[in-house]
DNA sequence: GCGAAACTCTCGATCGTCTAGATATTCTGG
DNA sequence: CCAGAATATCTAGACGATCGAGAGTTTCGC
């Protein structure tokens, strides 16, 4: 992917800051997901085992574990599927279940010894680039860029839950 | 996903904007693929055949198509997994196969009308979004947010092609 | 307590992806 | 030119992740 910015004007300095800055963003997603890839491949397992993985360390570390619903729920996946991923995930021994003491019905997801490090092993190397990268910019610039993504993300999850919302009236689609 | 930024010191008013950016950065990329599965499952396609879709199209407007072969890295797909992707998608009526004048070893593809339809469908909400965040923003602040922007991918290209590389010598790694 | 609701899991089917190898075209050197 | 190597795509079979429907538990409201 590269494109979006594309079908646009760019006249002006800041038409072409607008289409490089929405270009700029999308490679980063892409190029995101093809680190998450292969990352995943080297560690025998799949860009969704690697998101379900962050998943449930981010949950824990925020303090309240995820379960089995809200992580088919972060993962846009079926509950088949996620107990499948679960399964996975529990065999290879990156996390393991726990029973939710206080609702029964509910299972906790915690991570475990080899899921926390390979969570490590992916975040670190990231970070010590980030961390460099950020250097080149003032605390000023920051909270510029800060206020930037933040708008982009309130913007971005806006619009994906009018196109989910939108599955309703799929209005005229031709199957052939 | 959206840690990341929570395996850092956060005591620092600057600390903390780098963790909050980098979360956010994350987020986003995440809920960006969120967008693409809901829009390309509404349309009959899966979120690859989207992917797939949009890098033809880039190609294309760039002036020089892309090959299946090209595709499969942009992609991160194996030969025979490209075949069935492309046959997908010609079947559906969004692109279609040319022969290569040149080297007719080589495929070009190039999108139909339906495929275009389609990628403007996807992208002109999300552009409208874009251009409506970028108000609030000054062109200096925009110049600061494209230096970052392209930072930040440059940092995350050298990084993934670096995970790449590492194929050869895995370290390491118990299997069990 | 009883029925409805919430949450997870089971099972069979489907579809996207991979690997290995086949086919077609181009390039290189003699 | 012709043979062999290299490039590019496609074919075929197998595997595995995902889906969908439904079963099994546990909890909540009346």
Redesign the pocket.
């Known amino acids: 992917m590269a494109a979006h910015g594309m079908y646009r004007r760019r006249d002006t300095r800041r038409e072409l800051l607008v289409a490089e800055i929405t270009a700029e963003l999308r490679r980063y997603c892409v190029d995101a997901q093809h680190v998450g ?1 292969a990352f995943a ?1 080297q560690h025998g ?5 690697l998101q ?1 993985l962050i998943a449930v360390m981010d949950a824990e570390l925020h303090g309240d574990p ?7 729920e972060h ?14 995930l529990e065999r290879a021994g990156h996390l393991r ?1 726990d ?11 915690r991570y475990a010894d080899r899921g926390a490090e390979l969570a490590m092993g992916f975040f670190r190397p990231l970070g010590e680039r980030t961390d460099r990268v950020m250097t080149d910019f003032s605390d000023e610039e920051l909270e510029v860029v800060y206020r930037f993504m933040t708008a982009m993300g309130v913007s971005l999850r806006e619009h994906r839950d009018e196109v989910r919302s939108a599955r309703a009236e799929p209005s005229r689609r031709r199957v052939d």
Request: proline share 5%; charged share 30%.
């Open positions: 890839h491949g397992l799949n860009a969704t085992d379900a995820i379960t089995p619903g809200r992580l088919g993962l846009d996946l079926a509950s088949g599927s996620v107990t499948a991923l679960i399964d996975r279940r029973r939710d003491p206080t609702d029964r019905r509910k299972v906790l997801l």
